[in-house]
């Protein structure tokens, strides 16, 4: 199950604001990801479902290391990759390893809400790029709350599709790890998003 889309941004106010001129809702901070450069917003999409735009976060400055999702190198923003669901990362990190898949390693995260509440988590690596960045990386919220639950709503998440040039491999990699998104054949890798808004259907990319 989907849990949440990343959004990629070189500058995340911009983006902010971008969206809600195009989706007619407006994103709400998140908090920063401390160590790792960079902050977010959220906006609800669906029952556990999130939208997250994420961008440098200027209140880490000495951040030298390469933020996640490619952010360094965008010039513009982006539907990078999605996370899924998932209670069982270590099981399904052997299944995919199996399979030739390598998710990366599990590992835990934790940030701040602007309320002061503590979102811990356990995922596989972000950083591993596997299938041009097709193949989701997997979450565990544990005992924290869904970050949907106090992202602004009005938006839901009516399709999720990939395309890849090589769709039956992407399909197979799916099955092995239980991802239920459309694949077509493209000539070039993305994602697309389709978003139900008060400004109407979005495509987001």
């Known amino acids: 199950m989907i849990d949440h889309l990343v959004y990629a941004t070189p500058d995340l106010e911009a983006s902010i604001a971008h969206l809600e001129t195009r989706l007619g809702v407006r994103a709400e901070i998140g908090g920063q990801h401390p160590g790792l450069g960079t902050r977010n917003a959220l906006l609800a999409i669906g029952d556990r479902m999130y939208l997250e735009i994420v961008g440098p976060d200027p209140l880490q400055p ?71 960045g097709l193949v989701p990386f997997f979450i565990d919220w544990g005992a924290s709350a869904h970050p949907s639950q106090h992202a602004p709503t009005g938006l839901t998440l009516v399709s999720l599709r990939v395309k890849h040039p090589k769709p039956a491999k992407l399909k197979r990699a799916y099955n092995v790890l239980g991802v239920v998104v459309t694949v077509r054949r493209g000539k070039t890798p993305s994602i697309t998003a389709m978003l139900d808004s008060p400004k109407g259907l979005v495509r987001l990319r």
């Open 62 to 132: 000495g951040h030298v290391e390469p933020r996640w999702f490619g952010i360094d190198t965008l010039t513009k923003p982006r539907l990078a990759t999605w996370a899924e669901a998932s209670t069982d990362l270590e099981a399904l990190r052997a299944r995919a390893k199996r399979a030739g898949i390598a998710l990366g390693d599990v590992s835990g995260g934790k940030r701040m809400r602007p309320d002061g509440q503590l979102l811990s988590w356990r995922v596989t690596s972000p950083f591993a790029v596997i299938a041009d």
